[in-house]
């Protein structure tokens, strides 16, 4: 082959274009191979398999979520009551399970580059949530109705960061501020505790100590969501750069308002991205998809 | 949505929930004319309730420039061009309301400013509109060239923006006297009332991570006392009490039904947003009554006129010399013999003013000591 002068046929924008392009083809050849090589199986039913011991529900990256495969869930905005989501911040999810017969765990995985984790001003986490029925009259999806509660366990990015990073604080979502005098640097920490009102009435969003990363919930409608009185909910979540890998779960043991589990149940789904101010009703969800519990003789 | 009546309107509106008014509502007078925007209140109210960690840029009394202050940022622009424009007809609003103008999927039309938005709290201070040639000299009412001075707090509206905006029902209005809270147990942080609040007067803490607001200091009001705000102005510009509803006819011995229902000397801030809020301003009568209008809506010309009169309205003088002689509530007044008196709830006197201070004039030279004297009122 005879080589090529930027001079003899071809610009020098044009070689650095063509130049470029082999470059791309190079990584592009790699990204295939990558791809092969980590290939995620994938299936069109959810089943959560059955595993000795503990299943891994604060443990994104355990072995064992390798081994099974990947069910696909997509997301549409939620459009059914105020307020609505207007875009689809997060097309899907993948999701895994495992469980032991007494816990439930959950992988998701979604694509999400923009880590969110601090709550402020106009601020909002990144989030996902597990919805479960309580009663084998199966629910409305959309947060549960009257009689047929829903439970709920929700991952946040900010009670991941409040556990990996320390409670965050105002100082941390504005490190540039200059922060006011904190009350319990002027008194005894029982009577700051006044100054802090969502902390004071036991707000669990207020909460000081942050021990799971996953908060607890039961629903019987839109704007009903109330902690449980006992939670059993683990969780933990990683940014990957391109987006969340997330475990959690809890315990199958039925009666108010929780999830006991059965072979044949169904499991929902919904998805935040703060980074586009989704919270709250503000998501992105899918209706129930059919769950198969394997139990240990499966 | 409902049919509910808004009388700031002259008509019925849509709103989130059905028309239920508290046995009482809490409501204020402000008057702009004698604000000095020493910000004593903005002071006193930060003092008592938002000191902590996490409130720093919580404001929830503030003294802004008009007409180029705002906090935060733009507040009102915000609201005007989201409303977009709206006639009044014969007293009737022919725009549309947040409630109304909510696109499909909202609740409120609303926007949620971020933290530059909070950054500048004296912005605008002090600007006038229009610039001074040299040797201008403002000889009337209204000015050529002016600014005012608002007193901003929580509405504790009507029919409150955050309460509709907030899908949670953590945001309600006491029964007994109107006030608008946060449920401070029931909050998620969703900062949809702060989206939804056409004011910008509910605030996100950024340590509790829920949303706060001004409470009226119900603690006071529950004992018959008046707000931080109002019993710290060293200006005497504010009067807090109870508003009666528009099915009732207004009652002229209570002080705040007197200024706002008969002698309608105290408009509601921006009442076209149609949340039906309980602050109410005296029109600062050396403004341009262009702006006045975008402000206060019809009635501002009245307004003005009629306060314009007070010195020669014994009745209207005797109320404006009750504003700040006392730390509590009144729920009526009379004014007989050039006095001014106050009575709490159950009718006892709490406070007695005379509409003429007592003065003496001294000679200007003392003859005692040899010296001149200056007399000062």
Not at chain 1, 131 to 142: C, G
Request: aromatic fraction near 10%; glycine fraction near 10%; hydrophobic fraction near 35%.
């Amino acid at each position: 082959m005879t080589e090529q002068r930027p001079d003899e046929g071809i610009s020098r924008r044009g070689f650095i274009g063509l130049s470029a392009g082999v470059v791309a083809a190079t990584v592009g050849a790699g990204a295939v191979a990558l791809s092969v090589a980590t290939e995620e199986k994938k299936t069109d039913q959810l089943v959560s398999r059955f595993t000795e011991g503990s299943p891994p529900s604060a443990d994104p990256d355990d072995e064992r979520w390798g081994e099974i495969p990947v069910f696909e869930v997509p997301l549409t905005p939620q459009q059914m009551a105020t307020p609505m989501l207007s875009s689809l911040d997060v097309p899907s999810l993948g999701v895994r399970s495992l469980n032991n017969g007494a816990e439930i765990a959950f992988l998701l995985e979604w694509d999400d580059p923009d880590l969110s984790d601090i709550d402020a001003m106009a601020r909002f986490h990144d989030a996902v949530a597990v919805e479960l029925p309580t009663t084998t009259e199966l629910p409305a999806a959309s947060m549960g109705q009257a009689g047929s509660p829903v439970h709920i366990v929700q991952w946040r990015a900010s009670w991941q960061a409040d556990i990996d990073r320390g409670r965050q604080t105002v100082e941390d979502a504005f490190p540039n501020m200059y922060p006011g005098v904190r009350p319990e640097t002027l008194m005894l920490p029982e009577d700051a505790a006044v100054f802090y009102p969502g902390v004071y009435v036991g707000n669990p969003q207020s909460s000081r100590v942050r021990h799971q990363p996953v908060e607890e919930l039961t629903a019987v409608g839109f704007g009903s969501l109330a902690d449980m009185d006992e939670r059993r909910a683990v969780g933990k979540g990683v940014h990957t750069g391109s987006g969340w890998k997330v475990a959690l779960g809890t315990a199958m043991l039925g009666g108010q308002g929780r999830f006991a589990g059965s072979p044949k149940t169904k499991v929902a789904f919904a998805a935040w991205s703060g980074s586009k101010d989704n919270r709250g009703a503000r998501k992105q969800w899918a209706d129930w998809s059919d769950l198969r519990i394997e139990g240990r003789s499966a | 949505m409902a049919d509910v009546y808004n009388w700031q309107l002259g008509r019925k509106m849509q709103y989130q929930y059905e028309e239920h008014r508290p046995k009482r509502q809490v409501a204020y007078v402000f008057d702009p004319n004698k604000c000095i925007a020493c910000q004593t209140c903005t002071i006193a109210c930060k003092q008592t309730w938002t000191w902590g960690a996490g409130q720093e840029y919580m404001l929830w009394n503030n003294v802004e420039t008009k007409p180029y202050g705002f906090f935060p940022t733009g507040w009102d622009v915000m609201l005007m061009a989201l409303l977009g424009p709206g006639e009044w007809q014969n007293g009737v609003y022919q725009g549309k309301t947040v409630f109304e103008a909510a696109p499909e999927g909202e609740r409120v039309q609303g926007w949620l400013p971020d933290d530059n938005d909070w950054s500048h709290p004296n912005l605008g201070e002090d600007e006038p509109l229009g610039v001074a040639a040299q040797g201008t000299y403002i000889a009337d009412t209204p000015h050529d060239m002016w600014f005012h001075y608002m007193p901003r707090i929580c509405n504790h509206c009507t029919y409150p923006g955050c309460l509709a905006a907030c899908p949670r029902q953590a945001i309600y209005k006491r029964e007994e006297d109107g006030i608008v809270l946060v449920d401070q147990e029931r909050c998620r942080g969703y900062q949809e009332c702060t989206r939804g609040c056409p004011y910008k007067k509910v605030f996100f803490n950024n340590e509790t991570r829920v949303s706060e607001k001004c409470i009226a200091c119900f603690p006071k009001v529950e004992e018959g006392i008046m707000p931080q705000c109002v019993t710290s102005c060293i200006g005497r510009i504010r009067m807090m009490g109870f508003i009666g509803g528009p099915d009732e006819e207004p009652d002229p011995t209570n002080p705040l039904d007197y200024m706002i229902r008969v002698k309608k000397i105290a408009l509601p801030l921006y009442p076209q947003a149609g949340t039906e809020p309980n602050v109410y301003y005296i029109p600062p009568i050396h403004v341009d009554p262009s702006y006045l209008h975008q402000l206060f809506g019809p009635g501002v010309e009245q307004a003005i006129e009629t306060y314009s009169t007070t010195k020669t309205d014994d009745e209207l003088l005797g109320l404006m010399m009750l504003f700040g002689c006392t730390d509590r509530i009144l729920h009526s007044f009379d004014v007989r013999d050039r006095i001014a008196h106050g009575y709490d709830d159950k009718g006892e006197e709490i406070v007695s003013v005379p509409l003429d201070e007592p003065t003496f004039i001294r000679d200007y030279f003392d003859e005692v000591h040899g010296n001149y004297l200056m007399n000062v009122p």
